[in-house]
């Protein structure tokens, strides 16, 4: 049954790349409004199940529905940002020259872009860089940067790919305020991480140990459950996996 405020609902996902079964039979739903964290040790299928919720990828088996429809890509993109694990961004380009691009792809009129490339920028801290090329900005400025590409159109909902990553711990809290900003905002984010403390900060979490949900639900509900005090422990107690790698 669908839920009522119910934006991605997953039921028996399945995945393989030819003889390998990545993610097994996942079922989840991710609520409108959450900050709904992906958390698993590398190789665990975060970024499979990531893209099999945007179209991306197509399930094995098993089926993805986006706010009560079965997910058709070509409609979702108007509605959803993507930020993915690698920064996919035109090196030879300034900032400003990657988000103006990236704009007119959305659609955004040329009045609109100026204002919402200001936005995105200010969001991420990078307006003092719109003008450099991204060949020399550091990792961490990159990451920023596709982040701010992926909140340019205001989608409703944000599917970020390990965002943090590279990030100092200042910068990354104040992107988490951000976070914190565009959920109050009414919108959803889906957030993959392997960093205790940001998982902490979400509202919903599923913990994702060798292509399978472990748990589904916030974070001190997992913790009740599973009668630990913190999430690594609840990785130990599933097959002594860390999540720290
Ligand atoms: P995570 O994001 O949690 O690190 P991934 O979803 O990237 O995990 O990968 C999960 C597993 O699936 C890994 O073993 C990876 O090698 C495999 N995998 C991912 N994408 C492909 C692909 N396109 N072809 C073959 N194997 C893949
Ligand atoms: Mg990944």
């Not at 307006?127 to 409703?156: C, N, T, W």
């Not at 009414?186 to 140990?209: K, Q």
């Not at 748990?215 to 609840?234: C, H, Q, R």
């Amino acid at each position: 049954m669908i839920q009522l405020n119910s934006i991605i609902q997953l039921k028996g996902l399945s995945k393989s790349f030819g003889s390998q079964e990545v993610l097994k039979s996942v079922s989840l739903n991710i609520q409108k409004g959450d900050i709904y964290g992906l958390l698993g040790p590398s190789g665990s299928g975060k970024t499979t199940l990531i893209k099999l919720m945007i179209g991306l990828e197509t399930p094995s088996t098993g089926s993805v529905t986006f706010k009560g429809n079965k997910l058709k890509a070509n409609e979702l993109y108007p509605s959803i940002g993507y930020m993915a694990q690698s920064d996919a961004l035109y090196d030879e380009l300034t900032a400003k020259e990657n988000l103006s691009f990236m704009a007119s792809l959305y659609g955004l009129k040329t009045a609109e872009r100026k204002e919402q490339i200001e936005k995105v920028m200010t969001t991420v801290d990078l307006l003092d860089h719109l003008y450099k090329p991204v060949h020399q900005f550091s990792g961490g400025m990159k990451r920023r940067l596709s982040l701010a590409i992926a909140l340019l159109h205001e989608p409703e909902v944000l599917f970020l790919d390990e965002p943090t990553v590279g990030i100092d711990p200042v910068l990354r809290k104040e992107i988490w305020d951000s976070f914190h900003r565009l959920k109050e905002e009414g919108r959803t984010l889906v957030i993959t991480t392997h960093v205790m403390d940001e998982a902490e900060r979400c509202d919903r979490l599923g913990l994702l140990s060798h292509g399978e949900i472990i748990s589904s639900d916030t974070p001190d509900a997992i913790k009740e459950t599973y009668g630990v005090t913190s999430i690594e422990d609840v990785f130990l107690k599933n097959g002594g996996v860390s999540i720290a790698d």
